[in-house]
């Protein structure tokens, strides 16, 4: 079957940084997504890594190793407004995407 | 950028009765739409792809007679909760996609049915 794993809830300080683990195994791969999602609102986009290697884009990176079916994303001088739910998804073979159940994070001052 | 939209943003209604929900690409024309519905404290179920002028494909245990969707235009994709009752209340959310990379998430419409 289909499965994507992720911690269920993180904790972190602001001005820190912190690395949310997804690991996946899917039928097929055609990229994989990270979203933002805050409580009560539909998920944002965050990154999509389709090759090996890290994308940066500000102060979130997204990393992802296709032959050990791993990314992780990364968020660095953390702040209180990125507590948010964070959610991997990958595309699969028939371009559809499998959703993680999501990383809530949570931001202490 | 490519906004999706969705009305209403929040409905309220009695059990039996059905509600229609829009999403709306604004400014672009989408290949495929996507519909989910997500539970508190749960990740997005998807419920049914959609491609203009055609049915649309339900995933499995989404029953399509009660949830009709209508992809009528490159902008425009209806879901009609038929018959709705308590346990549909949830939050449903519709994607537009140009390209196979990215999907571009409507604001979500949360649906409470008493």
């Known amino acids: 079957g289909q499965n994507i794993d992720q911690p269920t809830e993180m904790t972190a300080t602001e001005g820190a940084i912190v690395q949310i683990n997804c690991t996946y195994q899917?039928?097929?791969?055609?990229?994989l997504f990270w979203y933002q999602q805050h409580a009560g609102e539909a998920p944002t986009f965050l990154s999509y890594n389709v090759l090996d290697g890290l994308e940066e884009k500000g102060r979130f990176s997204s990393f992802l190793s296709r032959s050990k079916g791993y990314s992780y994303l990364l968020l660095k001088e953390l702040q209180m407004k990125d507590s948010a739910s964070y959610l991997c998804?990958?595309?699969?073979?028939?371009?559809?995407?499998?959703w993680g159940a999501g990383t809530k994070l949570i931001i202490k001052p | 950028g490519a906004v999706v939209s969705q009305h209403p943003s929040r409905v309220i209604c009695k059990s039996g009765t059905s509600v229609k929900i829009e999403c709306r690409s604004l400014d672009f024309q989408a290949t495929t739409m996507f519909w989910y519905r997500q539970f508190p404290k749960q990740s997005l179920m998807l419920m049914a792809t959609?491609?203009?002028?055609?049915?649309?494909?339900?995933e499995q245990g989404v029953e399509k007679d009660k949830f009709l969707i209508n992809h009528a235009s490159l902008t425009l994709s209806t879901l009609t909760v038929t018959s709705a009752h308590p346990e549909d209340s949830s939050f449903y959310i519709c994607?537009?996609?140009?390209?196979?990379?990215?999907?571009?998430f409507g604001p979500g419409t949360r649906l409470t049915v008493l």
């Open positions: 899917t039928s097929g791969f055609n990229g």
């Open positions: 959609s491609n203009e002028g055609s049915k649309a494909t339900y």
């Open positions: 994607s537009a996609s140009v390209a196979e990379n990215e999907q571009f």
């Open positions: 998804a990958v595309m699969d073979s028939n371009y559809q995407l499998i």
